[in-house]
């Protein structure tokens, strides 16, 4: 009946606290609650499987050095402007990680690095489009992500 308890009370709660304590509106946010809860339910995804979960550390550890970095080299462009031959671009990039979770926490880390958003995922042909705010070298990108993530995704999830 409940599948997330603590989710109904909390949604309850809030209706409560929002809306009244009255017995109409418990029961009306009662009923709200449950049925968010059920969706919430359907909505579940599969439990990840981590095939080697220590190395999670070390992920996070190049991830953060990496969004400090790139913070430094946004911040230094738009203080002081592009250099010549630099340049924004798309990079499609083949991708070897079919794991909805590990793609996901890809999607998070080129999205949350400054300089570069993940833009659109082709299931079909298992690739990637990438914006780059500051292109110097396509080919060194796609060495960072392939090498410095995917690869390191790979191992956790596989």
């Known amino acids: 009946m409940f599948p997330y308890p603590v989710l109904t009370a909390s949604l309850l709660i809030m209706w409560l606290l929002l809306s009244g304590w009255s ?15 059920w969706t919430m339910a ?12 220590y190395l999670l550390p070390k992920l996070f550890g190049i991830v953060m050095l990496d969004v400090v970095r790139s913070n430094l080299a946004v911040s230094w462009i738009i203080l002081r402007g592009r250099a010549s031959g ?5 990079i499609n990039l083949p991708l070897e990680i079919d794991d909805p979770t590990a ?18 995922y082709d299931s079909r042909q298992r690739s990637v489009l990438i914006h ?15 090498d410095r993530y995917e690869k390191l995704l790979l191992e956790i999830f596989s």
């Open 23 to 37: 017995l109409g509106q418990f029961l009306l946010g009662g009923t709200v609650a449950v049925f968010a809860s």
């Open 86 to 90: 630099h340049r924004s671009a798309f």
């Open 42 to 53: 359907s909505l579940r995804p599969d439990k990840p499987k981590l095939r080697k979960w």
């Open 103 to 120: 793609l996901a926490l890809l999607a998070i880390i080129l999205t949350s690095t400054p300089g570069s958003a993940w833009l659109e």
């Open 132 to 146: 780059v705010l500051d292109m110097v070298d396509e080919d060194e990108w796609r060495h960072l992500i392939k």
